[in-house]
């Protein structure tokens, strides 16, 4: 196992990206301390890891307030003596256009997507330096970050920053022996979302149809990623594999940037 006597954090633990990300952690060896806003994600996603054979921790949190962000690393730091991976996956989907998003909105997802890695990112880094761990930190950014989109104007904006938040984290970090990357999905395959859901005792729900197919006809590699992939990607990162790769964007998006825009694979 890759990550045998790890501890890692992973943030935003729905049974989407972050769930499967967790997941994927778990299963090559890591003790996962699953947090997120809403409690149900927290503890099912560390219960559903536990039914595996795995090691883990549900906490609630905000990562947009700092006092929750200290209790959870300290937490965190009691219950496994320690942090050696950070998942800084939280964030707020959806916007609305320049024109037409509220100020309150748009703080709030800046505050949760932006403010809410950093905070992690400074508290769990502190940790690792106080500790002497030469440990790894992901930043989950997006395909929207390269790319404007309309009426993504909030998300959009804090995905980009959190490129250049991760390279100049990279540079802080970088003489204590802890790597900073980010990674990159992109429009995700529901399916596996939609069984873990049901894995962790929730109603599945339909799977929808329409927008997601467009999605796929457009991106090169003929399907979208599923998180099972990103969280393939994130082991790489958080392992001794990629002990020499700092300030990196790995992306994980079946050549979405890569295209040439005009360029429909599949019309």
């Known amino acids: 196992m890759k990550l045998a006597g790890k501890v890692a954090i992973v943030t935003g633990t729905s049974p989407n990206i972050g769930g499967g990300i967790a997941q994927g952690l778990a299963d090559e060896g890591a003790a996962v301390a699953c947090v997120d806003l809403a409690p149900e994600n927290a503890q099912q996603c560390a219960d559903w890891i536990k039914g595996r054979g795995g090691d883990a921790l549900g906490i609630t949190c905000d990562v947009t307030d700092e006092t929750q ?71 989950i950014v997006s395909t929207a970050g390269h790319q404007g989109q309309a009426g993504n104007i909030a998300y959009c904006t804090s ?81 001794d594999d990629a002990e020499m790769i700092t300030g990196f964007d790995l992306r994980v998006d079946g050549g979405a940037i890569a295209k040439y825009w005009p360029w429909i694979p599949n019309a």
């Open 69 to 139: 962000v200290a209790a959870m690393v300290a937490r965190v730091r009691e219950t496994y003596r320690g942090v050696d991976i950070l998942v800084n996956n939280a964030g707020i989907l959806g916007g609305l256009s320049v024109l037409d998003m509220p100020l309150e909105r748009w703080t709030r997802q800046i505050a949760v997507n932006l403010t809410g890695t950093f905070l992690c990112t400074k508290h769990v880094g502190r940790l690792m330096v106080e500790q002497g761990r030469r440990g790894s930190i992901i930043v």
């Open 159 to 239: 995905k980009s920053g959190l490129l250049n938040f991760a390279r100049a984290a990279a540079m802080d970090l970088a003489k204590h022996g802890i790597r900073v990357n980010s990674l990159t999905p992109t429009a995700t395959d529901r399916e596996e979302s939609l069984e873990r859901a049901a894995a962790w005792g929730r109603p599945r729900p339909d799977r929808g149809s329409g927008r997601m197919l467009d999605f796929e006809k457009m991106v090169p590699a003929g399907r979208l990623p599923s998180p099972r992939h990103y969280a393939k990607a994130a082991v790489f990162l958080a392992s």
